[in-house]
């Protein structure tokens, strides 16, 4: 598959660009600046599977991935609509303040990011996924990471192939929750996945029994 990474020079988009590319799926990592996605890049034990780019030129793809910052999600895809228009677009945001040692989930506007998303490329076909996910855990391909990845979208082929694409990636399994309104909760339980982490100092993971 060919993936292409808004944003993709932080640590959630380095992650899965690590995991995409060990999963032999061809990764484009894209910024505002295509210096600073050539110099991640190059720091990646990926191999030649991932290349940098602008934001602009990696949304050529057959699946997109919006691994921006919460706060950047908006600005950075809405200039980016018409491209997107028709693709399967993933947002994996979480819109997360600190306050002393928890984190706390704030409930954007339209219920979540991923909704925030669906408004600024109205014409793309969003997924939420990739929430709970420690970001040092995703990036190191040695660190034993096994989780479940909880998806949701409105349209149903956009979820299989987003699916697909989870469970292309070593360690990972997609559970399909159902419609793009799931993805509000969702990502509001990624607070609570993080402070038990900080309070712990753990990398912990969801991985859900019975099913």
Same mark, same amino acid.
């Given at each position: =598959?060919?993936?292409?990474?808004?944003?993709? @020079?932080?640590? &959630?988009?380095?992650?899965?660009?690590?995991?995409?590319?060990?999963?032999?799926?061809?990764?484009?990592?894209?910024?505002?600046?295509? $210096?600073?996605?050539?110099?991640?890049?190059?720091?990646?034990?990926?191999?030649?599977?991932?290349?940098?780019?602008?934001?602009?030129?990696?949304?050529?793809? /057959?699946?997109?991935?919006? &691994? $921006?910052?919460?706060?950047?999600?908006?600005?950075?895809?809405?200039?980016?609509?018409?491209?997107?228009?028709?693709?399967?677009?993933?947002?994996?945001?979480?819109?997360?303040? #600190?306050?002393?040692?928890? =984190?706390? &989930?704030?409930?954007?506007? #339209?219920?979540?990011?991923?909704?925030?998303?669906?408004?600024?490329?109205?014409?793309?076909?969003?997924?939420?996924? +990739?929430?709970?996910?420690?970001?040092?855990? =995703? /990036?190191?391909?040695?660190?034993?990471? @096994?989780?479940?990845? !909880?998806?949701?979208?409105?349209?149903?082929? &956009?979820?299989? !192939?987003?699916?697909?694409?989870?469970?292309?990636?070593?360690? !990972?399994?997609?559970? /399909?929750?159902?419609?793009?309104?799931?993805?509000?909760?969702?990502?509001? +339980?990624?607070?609570?996945?993080? @402070?038990?982490?900080?309070?712990?100092?753990?990398?912990? $993971?969801?991985?859900?029994?019975?099913?």
């Amino acid at each position: =598959m060919h993936v292409g990474i808004i944003g993709g @020079t932080g640590p &959630a988009g380095r992650g899965l660009a690590v995991r995409a590319a060990r999963a032999g799926h061809d990764v484009r990592i894209g910024s505002r600046d295509a $210096t600073r996605a050539a110099e991640v890049v190059a720091k990646l034990a990926a191999g030649s599977r991932v290349r940098g780019g602008t934001n602009a030129e990696v949304v050529d793809a /057959e699946l997109v991935v919006a &691994a $921006t910052p919460w706060e950047a999600v908006v600005s950075t895809v809405g200039p980016l609509a018409d491209a997107l228009a028709g693709k399967v677009v993933v947002s994996m945001a979480n819109a997360l303040v #600190r306050q002393g040692r928890e =984190m706390v &989930a704030l409930v954007p506007p #339209r219920g979540s990011m991923a909704a925030e998303l669906q408004a600024a490329a109205p014409l793309a076909r969003v997924t939420a996924a +990739f929430h709970h996910l420690p970001a040092s855990l =995703m /990036e190191d391909p040695e660190s034993g990471l @096994t989780a479940d990845v !909880l998806v949701c979208g409105d349209d149903p082929a &956009a979820r299989e !192939l987003t699916c697909a694409f989870v469970g292309s990636l070593e360690g !990972l399994r997609p559970v /399909e929750v159902g419609s793009l309104a799931q993805a509000g909760p969702i990502e509001a +339980f990624t607070a609570a996945c993080v @402070t038990v982490n900080i309070r712990h100092r753990v990398h912990a $993971t969801v991985l859900l029994g019975g099913l």
